[in-house]
């Protein structure tokens, strides 16, 4: 796993790779506006090959949305796989307790 930075230290430049699958995920929360309400999509993409690991969707870009999330995600690995994680929303991937 690596992280890899091209040219100067701007916003949006930082390259993310994975040597092998479950190594490191990337996720985020993104809202789209529909006729009915908004939605929201939590997700997880393996940087390995781009794929999308585990999702979630609700209405509120809380941590329900993030902790549903990360549920289907964490039953995903084999048990010798130890993935990190990448987001930056920490607020709402903070575990409680």
């Not at 994975?18 to 393996?46: H, M, R, Y």
């Not at 329900?64 to 990360?70: F, I």
């Amino acid at each position: 796993m690596r992280r890899e930075r091209r040219g100067a230290r701007k916003p949006g430049k930082l390259r993310f790779r994975a040597d092998s699958p479950n190594q490191l995920g990337l996720t985020d929360i993104t809202e789209s506006s529909i006729p009915a309400d908004k939605v929201c999509l939590s997700s997880v993409i393996d940087c390995f090959d781009g794929m999308c690991v585990a999702w979630a969707q609700s209405t509120s870009p809380n941590a329900e949305l993030a902790s549903a999330m990360l549920g289907v995600a964490a039953s995903k690995p084999h048990e010798s796989e130890r993935p990190v994680g990448h987001g930056d929303r920490g607020c709402r991937y903070r575990r409680s307790g």
